[in-house]
């Protein structure tokens, strides 16, 4: 695939015009790809309508994930935001 078709086809799955089932027919091995494609471009993963059978089931996920920051939060933790490759157990 040429990098210009496949930054296309990311961009549209990006914009939730084709789903990841596309991608993977259309070349993608794997979604660490897309994920990595999304990256480069600046681009996130589409989000899911909040409708439609699972939609109570992503919002129990969404306020589990809420609750676990919160409570994460509360301790002292602060999510880091540039990965150097060490934990802060083995940094130092």
């Known amino acids: 695939m040429r990098p210009d078709e ?3 086809l990311v961009r ?4 939730g015009k084709i789903t990841w089932h596309t991608l993977q ?3 993608f091995e794997d979604y660490v790809q897309v994920l990595g494609a999304l990256g ?4 996130r993963p589409p989000v899911a ?3 439609g059978p699972n939609r109570a089931a992503r919002e129990r996920g969404r ?3 809420r609750e676990a920051l ?3 939060s509360e301790r002292g933790f602060q999510p880091c935001r540039h990965h150097s490759g060490k934990s802060q157990e083995n940094a130092g």
């Open 6 to 8: 496949r930054n296309e």
């Open 12 to 15: 549209l799955y990006a914009a």
């Open 25 to 27: 027919e259309r070349g």
């Open 40 to 43: 480069e471009l600046g681009l």
């Open 49 to 51: 309508p909040m409708e």
């Open 63 to 65: 306020a589990l994930l």
């Open 70 to 72: 919160r409570a994460a």
